[in-house]
């Protein structure tokens, strides 16, 4: 009972892990330039279609990586220059473009690839499992996505908090007219910060293909995953996404162990729903200075 | 004017009796008014007063699934079920030995209407409560609303011993007929009058000041919550009173009436036809409703492709939708005046700006409350 | 005070025309060009979605579909005349399947309609078929308990793939102890029902059963629960995207074929390529078709198939129901020289002979269900099947599993329920149902 708890337990950690994987990228554009995009699952569809292009051609997952984050940086960099710039200042109407702009990519993938499930395989280094503790090996895999995860959100803390480049992004957050007096391309700023965001949706999509199924549905389960995350967490604040992730995917799999898949999944959305009732803001909701 | 819409009406209330009732496109018909209702609650919420919701469906999917599973139970009872029990087929898949004790009550319709108008203007009214009195709005309002939206459809989908769950619930007598068609083309009127009145009187202009600034209405002593509380139960009934229409009509309900796709495709046809108008709902639903029936088949994947040009059209170059973009324009042609069309344009760049306020999100300092 | 209420008058009236117009203009137009395009074409319909979360697979029934079409017609067609598909894209969404059947039936007039994939897709539209006396054929397995005069059946029931599968689980592969996997609706429910029926015929033991929810694709807490069941063997009822997701974190998790087979009804070659062959090595599926039966038919089949759909196209018996479905329907127009429901259904359909890939195949005379053959599969690291079993005979299509209901048969052959049916619907309807006599 007690190993089979543990097991649970760290399966939790890997769903962590995946939900941080998929939520950051969208963390990052809402907390910044205060767009929801509603195409981020769709995002991370095309990064996993690409890390399938990548595999037909030889590569793996680790080559599919950094192509990943390159060519969804660069649809973000079409769909922000296309689109959202024209529409910064009205938040609910973004929300709707970028609706838009999701079903596009999905009609246009598949169209591409046709509609049957694509074939992401695992690179050969990670396939294998490791008995730590608990009653189920753990597999190689999901400790990967563990790291995953943990570099993904280091490499965006040092972005934003030590370079010089996440300095301006802060500066925009906190007063943008301010930042534009000082000299500072607040569009730019936006542009750069949307493509990164992207860009990390790319490489969710990389990452999870190999142990998800890939088709031009997939987005959307990831995306309502990836609002929960940010939205429970809180945005503005970095730390929002792990705790987010770690409450929602800790309870999700021990309420799914104690009762089913489905109540476990309805018991953390309603949790959900009260927890943003009770802070409106999330969890690490943005305090602005008066 | 007043002649073309009583044709107008004369020809959505004639077409019956002219086509004949089994015709399909009697069914789109009653379909599209279910779906123009919809619209217009939607239009209410954000048109007027700035409260996007990706939830509106759930008080939709909830009036539509009491008057079905009040429809369903009754004919069950005349029709024996292909099991040959008396109670409906989706119970007794899902191992039910007869119909639960607490949906007995259903047996009658008009109880049943009258849960599906009540419990989700109740819900709207609990939701609204914790929702506006916190002061969440804006993108946060929209994304919960989301949340409550996908629990309802969890919900549904897991509790299918009494809801059908993934195949929904059909196989029931419906009303399809031309009375019912008279009856829905009334209750179009009449929630068109409603919505008229509302939005012309005293509260309309509240409400629309609400929207284009919470905070200066906020100033001026207007209760900001209870006018967003009062107008989200007002769109909720007309919602339910869609969904308990469109169940009984169209005979076949699933969890996908209940969810946040079904929603958005709601806020396209608002934001097409033109949002804070009154026409715009009914000319969106129409028209998107019906260039998809028309052209999904001929098309097929590119519909949707269509489809999401459609929604980037919208809010990039018509925001104001096809009815505000002509009274601009008639506006333009009436004004005359060079003069007069530039303060016009002025003050509708003013307008702009202080429109569509990101509300929610911090952006900027100023915005710190 | 008249002003404003003139004005409101004016408004009001301007925007239920604006929409009325708008609305309802185009359908007349579309009706005419339809009404043009009749000529000496026999109109089939075919009903499977092309968008939305079902296209994955129903995509490729409806290009089995189109493939038998063009070959008829390219041998001369039906009675002479060509056949013409009438394709309608129901998006994946149940209301929209009753609406385009509508359509199908009262605008367009087919002699019959091609398909449907899902239980919930078909019990939308029976009602339909019922209420307007239209023929539809659903190439699908599905749970069973139902028949409908409307409605052929060239999928398999379960006594088709159970009967025999559960029993060889239990003899051959010598596992009794089943844990059950399905995903949350009423295919995976009503078979999971019949396999624990069988379970306890046969003397095997259920010692779990756990559903997820529709698109899950985090299997983990599952697998974790497999592990501590004790169980030898997982039978499988998720589809979908589900099917790849969890073959493949099964594998992860370190189970292998060899401890812990996975055994299911539903799995195809398709999702097979889509999950790669090293994660469904050794594992079973039973089907009637497998695109590495071995026959001159078949061959042909794949062959054509591949020709125009490409080489790296896979073939599932879903698809190769829906192919020679539409050859029983050219057939049975052929037979009767009408394309009227009723010929079709009291004449032409019922007792309609091909040889399908897998074999001899028949619709029954009685419960217009098809006569199949029942085979297990081993997945191979190919990515296709090794049928490591074959029935000696075609197998009779039970509408009713005997073992839970065993007072129910359909027969429309019966004088009785000839004569019943024979009367309007109005009076005497008993939808979706058998007749209770």
Request: aromatic share 12%; hydrophobic share 45%.
């Amino acid at each position: 009972m007690t190993q089979a708890l543990i097991s649970q337990i760290l399966i939790g950690v890997s769903v962590t892990a995946i939900l941080v994987i998929s939520a950051i990228g969208l963390a990052v554009i809402f907390g910044v330039a205060g767009v929801i995009n509603m195409a981020h699952g769709q995002f991370i569809m095309v990064g996993a279609y690409t890390a399938a292009v990548i595999g037909k051609m030889g590569g793996n997952t680790f080559v599919a990586i950094p192509v990943s984050f390159v060519v969804v940086a660069l649809l973000g960099l079409a769909v922000e220059r296309g689109v959202i710039r024209w529409i910064y200042d009205r938040p609910l109407e973004t929300l709707l473009a970028t609706w838009g702009v999701g079903i596009i990519l999905e009609v246009v993938m598949k169209l591409i690839f046709g509609p049957e499930l694509y074939y992401v395989g695992a690179p050969k280094v990670l396939a294998g499992s490791v008995h730590l503790v608990g009653r189920l090996p753990y597999p190689y895999y999901r400790l990967f996505l563990i790291v995953v995860a943990i570099l993904m959100v280091a490499a965006t803390f040092y972005l934003i908090f030590r370079t010089d480049f996440g300095l301006k992004v802060r500066a925009v957050r906190r007063n943008r007219a301010m930042s534009g007096c000082l000299g500072i391309d607040t569009a730019k700023i936006d542009m750069m910060i949307f493509m990164f965001g992207s860009g990390l949706a790319g490489i969710a999509g990389a990452v999870l293909a190999p142990i998800k199924s890939v088709s031009t549905t997939m987005g959307f389960r990831y995306a309502v995953d990836s609002y929960m995350t940010i939205v429970l967490g809180g945005v503005g604040n970095l730390w929002g996404v792990p705790t987010g992730g770690g409450l929602i995917g800790e309870g999700e799999t021990l309420l799914a162990y104690k009762f089913n898949s489905v109540i476990g999944e309805l018991l953390v959305f309603i949790f959900i729903v009260i927890a943003i009732r009770v802070f409106p803001r999330g969890i690490f909701g943005y305090q602005e200075r008066r | 004017m007043l002649l073309l819409g009583a044709a107008v009406v004369a020809v959505i209330g004639g077409f019956p009796v002219v086509a004949g009732t089994d015709s399909y496109i009697l069914l789109l018909l009653g379909k599209f008014l279910c779906y123009a209702i919809f619209a217009l609650s939607i239009d209410l919420i954000w048109g007027f007063t700035g409260i996007l919701s990706l939830g509106q469906a759930v008080y939709f999917g909830i009036g539509a699934y009491f008057v079905a599973l009040s429809l369903k139970i009754n004919y069950a009872l005349d029709h024996p079920t292909r099991y040959g029990n008396k109670f409906p087929d989706f119970m007794e898949w899902n191992g039910l030995k007869a119909l639960p004790h607490f949906m007995e009550p259903l047996v009658s319709t008009p109880f049943a209407v009258a849960c599906a108008l009540i419990v989700p203007t109740a819900l709207a009214f609990i939701f609204g409560v914790i929702t506006f009195k916190r002061h969440i709005y804006g993108v946060y309002c929209a994304v919960i609303t989301l949340a409550e939206s996908l629990i309802l459809q969890e919900f549904i989908i897991e509790y299918q011993a009494y809801t059908g769950g993934f195949n929904g619930i059909t196989d029931y007598s419906n009303y399809l007929g031309i009375p019912f068609l008279w009856f829905m083309l009334a209750v179009t009127i009449a929630f068109f009058l409603i919505a008229r009145v509302l939005t012309h009187s005293r509260i309309g202009t509240v409400l629309k000041s609400i929207r284009d600034n919470d905070l200066r209405a906020q100033f001026m002593g207007y209760n900001v919550a209870n006018y967003r509380i009062f107008v989200f139960c007002v769109s909720a009934f007309m919602s339910a009173a869609a969904g308990a229409m469109y169940a009984a009509w169209v005979g076949i309900i699933s969890y996908l009436d209940t969810g946040p796709v079904f929603s958005v495709e709601g806020v396209i046809w608002t934001a097409v036809g033109g949002r804070a108008t009154l026409i715009g709902p009914f000319l969106g639903a129409f028209l998107v409703k019906g260039l998809e029936f028309l052209l999904s088949g001929v098309l097929a994947a590119f519909w949707q492709l269509l489809v999401g040009l459609l929604f980037i059209f919208v809010v990039l170059v018509m925001p104001d939708g096809i009815v505000g973009s002509i009274a601009h324009w008639l506006r333009r042609h009436r004004k005359g005046t060079l003069t007069q069309l530039r303060e016009e344009q002025d003050l509708l760049a003013h307008d702009r700006e202080h429109d569509w306020q990101p509300a929610g999100v911090p952006r900027s300092g100023e915005e710190s409350v | 005070m008249t002003m404003r209420r003139r004005k409101f008058l004016k408004s009001s009236a301007a925007t239920l025309g604006a929409w009325t117009l708008g609305g309802t203009a185009p359908y007349y137009f579309m009706r005419n060009i339809a009404k043009a395009a009749e000529g000496d074409t026999i109109k089939v319909g075919i009903l499977h979605s092309l968008s939305g979360t079902i296209a994955i697979i129903e995509t490729s029934l409806h290009n089995a579909e189109l493939l038998a079409i063009e070959e008829i017609n390219a041998k001369g067609g039906v009675l002479g005349k060509k056949i013409q598909p009438i394709v309608e894209d129901p998006q994946s969404v149940v209301q929209v399947f009753a609406e385009k059947a509508k359509k199908l039936l009262l605008e367009d007039k087919v002699a019959a309609v091609l398909g449907c994939y899902t239980s919930a897709s078909r019990q939308s539209v029976l009602p339909i078929f019922e209420q307007y006396n239209g023929v539809l054929l659903y190439p699908t397995l599905y749970e069973a308990q139902e028949c409908s005069k409307n409605c052929f059946y060239t999928g398999a029931v379960p006594n088709q793939q159970l009967d025999d599968f559960v029993p060889w689980i239990i003899n051959t592969l010598k596992r009794k102890k089943f844990y059950m996997v399905g995903s949350n609706y009423i295919y995976p429910k009503e078979t999971n029902r019949e396999v624990k029926a069988l379970l306890e015929k046969h003397g095997g033991q259920n010692v779990g059963e756990e559903y997820a929810p529709l698109g899950h694709t985090e299997f983990s807490t599952i697998i974790n629960n497999i592990s501590g069941s004790g169980a030898e063997v997982v039978f499988s009822d998720l589809v979908g995207d589900s099917i790849v997701a969890f073959y493949k974190q099964f594998k992860q998790f370190g189970f292998t074929a060899d401890d812990l087979p996975i055994c299911t009804p539903i799995t195809t070659e398709q999702e097979i390529a889509a999950m790669g062959p090293e994660n469904a090595e050794g594992h079973y599926t039973s089907f009637n078709y497998f695109q590495s039966v071995d026959s001159p038919e078949n061959k042909s089949f794949v062959e054509r198939y591949k020709a125009k759909y490409g080489k790296d196209a896979v073939t599932n018996a879903v698809m190769e129901a829906a192919y020679f479905q539409t050859y029983f329907l050219a057939h049975a127009i052929e037979k009767v020289k009408s394309t009227e429901a009723d010929a079709l259904i009291y004449e032409g359909l019922p007792g309609q002979e091909f040889q399908a890939p897998q074999g001899k195949v028949k619709i029954d005379e009685q419960n217009h269900h098809t006569w199949l053959w029942a085979r297990i599969g081993k997945a191979n690291p190919q990515g296709q099947f090794d049928v490591v079993w074959k029935s000696e005979n075609w197998i009779r299509p039970q509408p009713w599993v005997p073992y839970l209901y065993p007072d129910k048969t359909c027969n429309f052959t019966d004088q009785r329920v000839k004569e019943r049916l024979s009367k309007p619907w109005s009076v005497e309807k008993n939808r979706s149902g058998t007749i209770n006599l």
